[in-house]
């Protein structure tokens, strides 16, 4: 089994900032693809940002300029920072992780912007 655990989700003031981290462990055999996810109340789950093994990285359009996500492949993990944070931002934020090609998720996190 794998498990992903999300963490630094909570509440901030619009223009504020917050880290997401996402550690993977468990039965980890070789990890590619990493991303965060989120999906707001009445919304499907949509795609934020997502990085390679190799650090290429691809971003929503919403995001671009204020998101970035990196990750460290000794320490099997992601992380995504989120700057100029908008309320539209407000949603679960969910961790992903491919391990041999399967996709895995995280429990998820509430980011929630609003003054």
């Known amino acids: 089994q794998v498990q992903l655990v999300e963490s630094g989700g909570g509440l901030v003031q619009p223009g504020g900032s917050l880290r997401l981290s996402c550690a993977v462990s468990?039965?980890?055999?070789?990890?590619?693809?990493m991303g965060w996810y989120r999906q707001a109340p009445g919304k499907q789950r949509e795609l934020v940002a997502a990085i390679t093994r190799v650090g290429t990285t691809n971003y929503a359009d919403s995001v671009k300029g204020r998101f970035a996500i990196s990750r460290d492949n000794a320490k099997n993990t992601v992380s995504l920072q989120m700057n100029s944070l908008k309320p539209e931002d407000t949603a679960v934020y969910y961790c992903?992780?491919?391990?041999?090609?399967?996709?895995?998720w995280g429990q998820g996190t509430q980011v929630t912007v609003s003054s």
């Open positions: 992903n992780a491919y391990n041999l090609g399967r996709p895995y």
């Open positions: 468990g039965r980890i055999l070789s990890i590619g693809l």
